[in-house]
């Protein structure tokens, strides 16, 4: 009879140890939510905008990627083959890549989708966005 009541008093033991461990996990995550508050009520009263939700970009056929591509080398006086070829080039080439990886991105396709397509890596077409639009913006700086 002693062996079946500390077997009860193991399992409620057992029972209040795990009560116990909720609750203080309840108590850290509220502390820790009710920082994140702090955090998001003090960017607010800075001025500074909170970032957006992430939205998965629409589904992009290739097809239009492809038409961006064509459109992009037809204006830049390249071959599509020296467009999409995966040697790093020559500057005027890559400054049609990155302005083609811009359009894609424009259209909504992710860059691990444009990564894919272009057979690069999404950093390298980030990387060429980011130069693309740091162009764009020179350029429509120096026109004004």
Known sequence: MT????????CNARVRTQQLWEARMERANAARLERAKARVR?????????????SPAPDVPPGVMR????????R????????MAPTRSAQPTALARQEAYRQCRAA???L???????????????????????RNREQHNGAA
């Open 42 to 54: 003090a960017m607010e009263f800075a001025g500074v905008k909170p970032l957006k939700r992430y």
């Open 3 to 10: 062996r079946h009541s500390s077997e009860i008093d193991d």
């Open 76 to 83: 830049f006086n390249l071959s599509l083959d020296a467009l």
């Open 112 to 134: 691990p989708k444009i990564g894919r397509f272009f057979g690069r890596d999404h950093t390298t077409v980030l990387h060429g966005i980011r130069m693309a639009e740091a």
């Open 108 to 110: 909504g396709a992710s």
């Open 67 to 74: 038409s961006i591509v064509e459109a992009v080398a037809a």
